[in-house]
Nanobody, 125 residues
Framework: VQLQASGGGLVQAGGSLRLSCQASGRTSSTYAMGWFRQAPGKEREFVAYIRGSGSSTYYADSVKGRFTISRDNAKNTMYLQMNSLKPEDTAVYYC???????????????????WGQGTLVTVSS
């Protein structure tokens, strides 16, 4: 599975961005996908995940109510709609995919076996 993240950019606080993650290859074996982010000088952290056809989603407390994760299986694409952006949302955002069932760790990097290259989101105050 290959993942290509896009949609990052510079936005003012309170604004919106939509990130996309295009999957290619053995996409039929993708059982869950997620977004993580890494701010300068900090460790990579979980943002959101989506499982199966999209019926199950989960968010980090820091983005709950502001971000929405979705998936278009026909286009093999996952999205992250980010609203009410804050300067602390500034980070490189990575998409990830899991190609196996079970095992937990959906909110942890260990739960994913394929990663995209990251897209930079900068939120100015």
């Amino acid at each position: 599975v290959q993942l290509q993240a896009s949609g990052g950019g510079l936005v003012q606080a309170g604004g919106s961005l939509r990130l996309s993650c295009q999957a290619s290859g053995r996409t039929s074996s993708t059982y869950a996908m997620g977004w993580f982010r890494q701010a300068p000088g900090k460790e990579r952290e979980f943002v959101a995940y989506i499982r199966g056809s999209g019926s199950s989603t989960y968010y980090a407390d820091s983005v709950k109510g502001r971000f929405t994760i979705s998936r278009d299986n026909a286009k093999n694409t996952m999205y992250l709609q980010m609203n009410s952006l804050k300067p602390e949302d500034t980070a490189v955002y990575y998409c990830a995919a899991r190609t196996y069932l079970g095992g937990g760790y959906y909110t942890d990097e260990r739960g994913y076996d394929y990663w995209g290259q990251g897209t930079l989101v900068t939120v100015s105050s």
